[in-house]
């Protein structure tokens, strides 16, 4: 199977992006635990995708940016996202309260310039939220796939980033990590499984860790 860049394989997952997978529904799942209540705060989504996530927010501002405009372009939410580089985002500085770059960070080969980026749009004492495939996941084998509109199983390009080398780049950015999740497969993801065909999988894959969240405060400047 070739590899593709996250530019390619996501212009080619845009039609089926909106189908709820294993790994988004715990990534999400996660998110919601780490995110404060956004009533009445500006909320940016770095890596928004299709903005999915954007749509049920009730912050007083979400906006959302993405790499690929195939992905914008099959937004239900126009007029509040830009296509954009999560490391050169359209923004300035200090501009949001809360900054979600969600499953986007190891599609890239470093770490340091996204957290970097993502310190700069927050406002001092404003959260970060990170989420990523998790480590455990890749060495056990899993990849970063997805089945395109012709019902194709496609890989996009992943880089490992223990979390441990992630709080490193986030405090070097001047991000305070406040809160761990780590998502497992568990009850609530058997259905995906079987909805796939591999109850077998399921059963192997029990306790299998695979999805990071991590939670940032940005100091004062």
């Not at 499984?193 to 405060?217: D, N, T």
Request: net charge neutral; with cysteine; charged share 25%.
């Amino acid at each position: 199977m070739t590899v593709l860049s996250p530019r390619e394989g996501y212009r080619l997952w845009a039609p089926t992006y909106e189908a709820e997978t294993a790994v988004t529904f715990l990534e999400d799942r996660l998110a919601c635990e780490l995110t404060p209540p956004l009533a009445g705060l500006r909320l940016l989504d770095a890596g928004c995708g299709t903005g999915r996530r954007l749509l049920s927010t009730d912050a007083a501002l979400a906006a959302g940016a993405d790499l690929a405009p195939e992905m914008l372009a099959a937004s239900a939410a126009p007029g509040r996202l830009a296509a954009a580089d999560v490391r050169a985002l359209p923004f300035p500085a200090a501009a949001f309260d809360v900054v979600w770059c969600r499953l986007v960070i190891g599609h890239l080969p470093d770490a340091a310039p996204v957290y970097r980026e993502l310190a700069r749009v927050c406002r001092p004492g404003g959260t970060v939220l990170v989420t990523d495939f998790h480590a455990q996941a890749v060495a056990a084998g899993h990849r970063r796939t997805f089945r395109d509109s012709a019902g194709i199983v496609r890989e996009v390009e992943h880089h490992v980033h223990p979390a441990d080398a992630q709080v490193e780049a986030a405090s070097a950015a001047g991000l305070r990590l406040v809160g761990t999740r780590e998502g497992e497969v568990s009850p609530p993801l058997r259905r995906f499984y079987e909805r796939a065909g591999r109850l077998a999988a399921y059963e192997e894959q029990r306790g299998l860790r695979i999805v990071l969240a991590l939670s940032f405060r940005r100091g004062a400047d």
